[in-house]
């Protein structure tokens, strides 16, 4: 039960934080980085959360089913711009490929130095 508080508390203050800074980072992304650093410091123990985390994941796919109404729900819409989501698709696909490529290198290179 600790764990899963633990993760809710880190979501929380995640959110909050959001609204504080006027939506500019996600409150899920604010929260996961607490929730990271808190382990990584070891201010929170990685058993204490190993169960609920996996129970979360085990059950992720039925958060997913509301997005996926929406989308058949948005057919027509979809179809009308399928040129403009096919396109930022490859290219937003392609950048990510060059920054993680060019993020590795630079680390390689620090690392082999």
Known sequence: MKGLFVILSCWLVG?????????????NIIGMLLLFILL???IVNGETVR???????????LFF?????????????IMDNIVAIVVAT????????VA??????????????
Do not use: H
């Open 15 to 27: 959110n909050c934080l959001s609204i504080v800074i006027d939506g500019y980072l996600s409150g």
């Open 40 to 42: 990584c410091s070891g």
């Open 51 to 61: 169960k609920p985390a996996k129970f979360l994941l085990g059950t992720m796919a």
């Open 65 to 77: 089913v509301p997005f996926g109404v929406g989308l058949i729900e948005s057919y027509e819409v």
């Open 90 to 97: 490859i290219v937003s696909t392609f950048g990510v490929i």
């Open 100 to 113: 993680v490529g060019w993020v590795f290198q630079l680390l390689n290179r620090k690392s082999n130095d």
